[in-house]
């Protein structure tokens, strides 16, 4: 059975930050395009950023750009996401999904592209 589960979440001064984990289990990730999303109350899911699954390329929201970084250990089966100089605004819970196929060859920013999903892990960031 296919798991992922977010940890690393958290109450954050504005400009401070964190690292969020997303520790895969029930197949080989390091196959797979992953993603981060996030999604604050009252608004749709939105995309933060991709990584491919070699790790050889990512995309990222313009609203994280320069801020936000993710990376992969294939090893570990663990998808990372470094967040710096967090913003009131990127309060949300953020969530870490899987792609359904092996080697996609384009990153996915909607969330109905990814098959996989964890339970999330809230962020709060305090102004």
């Known amino acids: 059975q296919v798991q992922l589960v977010e940890s690393g979440g958290g109450l954050v001064q504005a400009g401070g930050s964190l690292r969020l984990s997303c520790a895969a289990s029930?197949?080989?990730?390091?196959?797979?395009?992953m993603g981060w999303f996030r999604q604050a109350p009252g608004k749709e899911r939105e995309f933060v950023v991709a990584?491919?699954?070699?790790?050889?390329?990512?995309y990222y929201a313009d609203s994280v750009k320069g801020r936000f970084t993710i990376s992969k250990d294939n090893a570990q089966n663990t998808v990372y996401l470094q967040m710096n100089s967090l913003k009131p605004e990127d309060t949300a819970v953020y969530y870490c999904?899987?792609?359904?196929?092996?080697?996609?060859?384009?990153?996915?920013?909607?969330?109905?592209?990814?098959?996989?999903w964890g339970q999330g892990t809230q962020v709060t960031v305090s102004s």
């Open positions: 029930g197949r080989t990730f390091s196959y797979y395009n």
């Open positions: 999904a899987a792609e359904l196929s092996k080697y996609g060859l384009v990153l996915r920013v909607k969330p109905d592209e990814y098959a996989y």
């Open positions: 990584i491919k699954w070699s790790g050889s390329s990512t």
